[in-house]
């Protein structure tokens, strides 16, 4: 089995001023475990696969095109429930945040990246672990459930 990680693709939502409780070193903390135990190795580096075309090809344009404008905060917001609805941030201080969510976008798309790498090696290796998040609540015209 191929296992791929990646430091690079955890994402730590505090750092942009997301106060929900998830722990950016899950994957690095699964990752440190199976390699006391099976041989895996870490990527060296997210390789970029993953264009524009091909998100738009299982995403509506409307909906990638707002993602990678300059006002994708609204995505953000919704995707993580970050405004309550009285259009108050709701599990979010902005003057919390150590970074923008231009820096989360990026992470992100490495994500995607390794997800997209984990199905060409399941398909190469007959099987394929990718330890990161799987974008898998995202639907077709916008995000949910924490994926964008």
Known sequence: MRVLYHSKADLDLSLYG???????????KVFSYI?????????EKVPKKISILDL???HRE???????SDYHQKCFYHCYEL???EGRFNRYD?????????HAREIIKDQIDLTYLGLEEAIRFKSSM???????HAMSDRPRGFCL
């Open 62 to 68: 409307e909906y990638i095109d707002e993602l990678f």
């Open 35 to 43: 390699s006391t135990h099976y041989s895996v190795a870490e990527l």
């Open 56 to 58: 738009k090809r299982v």
């Open 94 to 102: 902005p003057s919390a945040a150590q970074y923008s969510f231009d």
């Open 18 to 28: 997301i106060q929900i409780p998830l722990k950016g070193n899950r994957s690095q």
């Open 130 to 136: 990718t330890l990161h998040g799987g974008m898998h």
């Open 83 to 85: 405004l309550d609805r």
